[in-house]
């Protein structure tokens, strides 16, 4: 298993309440069994050791035990993440990718409005 020191893995119920006090969240959907999952989280945590985005709050949603969440945001495929801006879901990608599209998808969530 991934040390996830940077990122905590948190319900879902905690995510939301995150996302709706800050003003920049991210969700990172995973699973256990999946393994992109974990190179995703390790992708994140070089993205963030690096302090550009300290005003972000990122954390974990173990889609297994939350298993609402492929509905409510219309997830197909794991890893996921759920970009947040002032509590609006403005940003998704799934897959697996690298650091330079973390951070561009990061980016683009200041951006939006």
């Known amino acids: 298993m991934t040390n996830t020191e940077y990122i905590p893995d948190v319900g879902l119920k905690t995510a939301m309440e995150t996302v ?54 219309g997830v197909r495929a794991l890893p996921a993440l759920l970009g947040f801006h002032d509590g609006a879901l403005v940003g998704k990608k799934t897959g697996y990718f690298k650091e330079e599209k973390v951070r561009e998808f990061l980016s683009s969530l200041a951006e939006s409005q």
């Open 20 to 73: 709706e006090r800050h003003k920049f969240a991210v969700i990172d959907l995973w699973a256990p069994w999946c393994y992109p999952c974990e190179l995703m989280i390790e992708v994140l945590q070089r993205v963030i050791s690096h302090g550009d985005f300290s005003e972000y709050r990122i954390m974990r949603v173990n889609a297994d035990q939350s298993p609402e969440v492929y509905e409510r945001f």
